[in-house]
């Protein structure tokens, strides 16, 4: 399968509107620097699914290549939002999976459109979906939130987005599951001691290294994990990388090896 990071920030992005920091400054004027709402597509086997929607501009992304099916993991609005302008578009139904939420986001549940949202999903129990076996895991979040295990029979990856920590029967699952990937929560720097709704770096580092995994990236990410990175870059462990928006790779038989490693170098 490929995967596709399509958004690694939070839910102000970066830049964040009106913040002068370095490292907004920085996003301004170089569009690589730039993080847009935590959202992922993967591929295979010529099925396109998204995981999540809040790109604005996501009808046109659609256009290009329409999805067999959208991933929601929860109805917080930078992950949702964009839904609200592709229902009104037309063709056949877009199938909606989610997490069972009967506050969902705004009128998306009362004016569906050509989104066809379908019964809240369960965890643990898998969904199966052309060339894709999906296993919904719950999340620490403030909504029902689902982290997605991803299996197309030759890899798997693990999505683990919105979530302070990981509930017990969670993680206890994962390690069974063995992910060769995990895509990790990583909303808070160090420097936030009592995080909330989202993993700080020291956090999301411990997960992943409880879960043991070969290859581990961060999203999520606000400006001032970045500038974190960019400012005290901690020591990251060689498993451990800090996508930028864009980035892809392949999990399963067609992994490269020599996958480009972050570097501190490469942060803004
Ligand atoms: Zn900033
Ligand atoms: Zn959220
Ligand atoms: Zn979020």
Known sequence: MKFRFTGTGDSAQVPCFGCDCPVCARARVIASARRGPCSAEVEVDGNRYLLDAGHMDLAARCERHRPSAILLTHYHADHVQALLHLRWGRGEPLPVYGPKDPHGFA???RHPGVLDFKAGLKPFRP???PSLTVTPVPL???KPTLGYCLDDGGGRLAYLT???GL???TERF???WQPDVVVLDTGHPSSVIKPTNHNSLPMALQIIER???SAAYLTHIGH???RELAESPPALPANVRVPKDGEEFFVGPMAQPSMALYRMGDAR
């Open 167 to 169: 509930p017990g029967a």
């Open 174 to 176: 994962l390690r069974e």
């Open 127 to 129: 969904l199966l979906l």
């Open 140 to 142: 620490h979040h403030s």
């Open 162 to 164: 919105d979530t302070c």
């Open 107 to 109: 009128d998306l549940f």
């Open 211 to 213: 879960l043991d995994v």
């Open 224 to 226: 001032d994990l970045d």
